[in-house]
């Protein structure tokens, strides 16, 4: 298949890259062209580390008699900054040790992480919903392609991308999951990207893993690939040239001429 040519005049720099990107789907709407942009949603648009305390303080609640460790580690509980990709590594932090008791937690954890009802729970990063929104509005269509799983996390998916005021299930929006929650996330979205490929010109995307963000930009070599700087599996290899960082979605400060 024919690579689309790269498009111009996206700065390396992480704010004004993203300024920049709304300014390009202007101008293809302008031009009455389809264009797309691709949005992650954990560790992207979103930080689930809140969703993860809920959960924890809430097996520790409930089972209090039976997790001591767990119960006794609320009442040190700094700040997320303890919360960890690996929940084995966040329960270490918490000075969780007890095999037994680290194995019964994982098991109520993944029960609840990996479901509809506690999604509601996580948080936006800053910036993010007004940047989709500002994205939206310019004209490009919203794809959140996510690996979570149409079986046990679309609906609640659904349900916080409204809550927080993201554009979903109107014309302009779009949104992935995996059909089955264990097929491996690279795959999904290496398979799925060549899909998008057909739809449009993808003039962005945004990722929080960098296997994925390469695979992304190998597909999409005319979009700009953002890279938001918070968790990711370890042992992931390292990002490739051309990838923006960023840490969340804030705008730089207005200059004249620009929108409000």
């Known amino acids: 298949m024919k690579k689309r ?7 390396p720099g992480g704010p004004a890259a993203l300024d920049k990107v709304i300014d390009l789907v202007e101008a293809r709407t302008a031009q009455r062209r389809s ?4 949005f992650d949603l954990d560790g992207t648009l979103f930080d689930n580390r809140t969703r993860t305390m809920f959960i924890l303080r809430e097996i520790s609640e409930k089972f209090d008699a039976r997790l001591p460790q767990l119960s006794r580690a609320f009442s040190s509980f700094r ?7 690996s929940l084995d590594v966040t329960l270490r932090r918490l000075k969780v040790v007890s095999p037994v008791e680290t194995k019964f937690i994982k098991q109520e954890w993944s029960r609840r992480f990996f479901s509809d009802e ?8 800053a910036g993010a919903k007004s940047y989709v929104e500002k994205i939206h509005a310019a004209g490009a269509t919203v794809i ?11 609906v609640g998916m659904t349900e916080v991308l409204r809550l927080y005021g993201f554009p ?18 690279e795959i999904f979205k290496k398979e799925v990207s060549e899909y998008i490929d057909r739809l449009g010109e993808v003039v962005a995307v945004f990722e929080n893993e960098p296997a994925n963000s390469n695979i992304l930009q190998a597909r999409f070599p005319g979009a700009a690939s953002f890279f938001v700087e918070t968790q ?12 923006v960082r960023i840490k969340d979605f804030r705008l730089p400060a207005l200059r004249p001429g620009k929108r409000p």
């Open 5 to 11: 040519p790269v498009s111009r005049g996206v700065p």
């Open 144 to 154: 959140y392609l996510t690996g979570r799983d149409v079986g046990r996390m679309l």
């Open 118 to 125: 506690y999604q509601k729970y996580d948080m936006p990063l």
């Open 79 to 85: 700040d997320l900054s303890e919360v960890d990709y």
């Open 35 to 38: 264009t797309l942009a691709i």
């Open 168 to 185: 979903v299930g109107v014309a302009g929006t779009m949104t992935i999951v995996k059909k089955e929650f264990e097929q491996d996330d």
């Open 232 to 243: 990711h599996r370890p042992g992931a290899p390292k990002l490739n040239p051309g990838i």
